[in-house]
């Protein structure tokens, strides 16, 4: 191996891959060590080569990988774990795939951020695994990546008059903060009862390993996650291809 030439191993989850030529792929790599990175992943297609399984979409795997110039190319690779579930409806394959868009957008090239990741991995792992509803993952994962990427709601009592709680409260998605009735200005905000209010709070709030320790009627989880998804989409202003797709496509 050259001066030029370093060699490196990092665990990380596929979130993107691409089809180069007739049995290369060239990957996102969402990694613990060094944030995003892509990465050439030579006679990957082919099916007989051990790198074959480990680059899959939605796939957990360590990689040593081989920086040439700053061109990185994955010399060895081992499968991990797996959330790309064989017979999963398009709606659950649709939310991963939003789920590998939100740390695509939030993570940061070659810069670790390992608070994201736990969440994106945790995430997938309760969706596929634990089989728990959909849309209460969908808000949870939406509103934790809002509040530790520097967009962080002030959920803690009204904006106005400081009240803690009412029976129903206004969270305004333009600047993210809570309003009791009589207080309420801002025409973009959004009805919430203490049962949703109490979720937003968990979420964002809770220490991590306490996470995913809640549970709310379906009804509720449904209207918690549009506005979880609302407010991610006003606060950075961006528009999530995955996200569309997963709304057209919803029973």
């Known amino acids: ?13 596929v979130i993107k891959e691409m089809d180069v030529g007739e049995s290369d792929r060239l990957v996102t790599l969402f990694t613990r060590e ?16 051990k790198k074959a399984a480990a680059t899959n979409l939605l796939t957990y795997s360590s990689f040593t990988i ?8 994955i ?6 774990a797996s959330f790309f579930t064989v017979g999963s409806n398009i709606e659950m394959l649709a939310l991963e795939q939003y789920f590998c868009e939100l740390a ?14 736990r969440l994106i991995l945790n995430s997938l792992h309760f969706l596929t695994k634990e089989k728990r509803y959909p849309p209460m993952i969908k808000a949870i994962t939406e509103l934790r990546t809002a509040a530790v990427c520097g967009y962080m709601p002030n959920l ?20 993210g903060a809570l309003y009791c009735g009589e207080c309420r200005h801002a025409a973009d905000s959004l009805p919430v009862s203490k049962t949703v209010l109490s979720a937003l709070r968990h979420i ?17 989880a449904d209207y918690l996650s549009g506005i979880t998804e609302k407010y991610i989409t006003v606060q950075t202003d961006y528009d999530f291809q995955a996200l569309k797709f997963f709304n057209s496509i919803k029973e």
């Open 204 to 220: 964002v709030f809770s220490e991590f390993k306490n996470l995913y320790s809640f549970n709310i009627p379906e009804s509720d």
């Open 66 to 73: 081989l920086n040439k110039k700053g061109t990185y190319r």
């Open 34 to 49: 060094a944030g995003i990175i892509k990465a050439f992943a030579a006679g990957a297609k082919n099916i007989k080569s």
């Open 156 to 175: 803690v009592a009204c904006q106005g008059c400081g009240k803690f709680e009412d029976s129903i409260m206004f969270f305004s998605m333009e600047n």
């Open 1 to 13: 191996m050259t001066q030029s030439q370093t060699r490196f191993t990092v665990e990380g989850l």
């Open 104 to 117: 695509l957008v939030f993570g940061e090239n070659e810069n670790p951020n390992e608070e994201l990741l």
């Open 75 to 80: 010399y060895e690779a081992t499968p991990k």
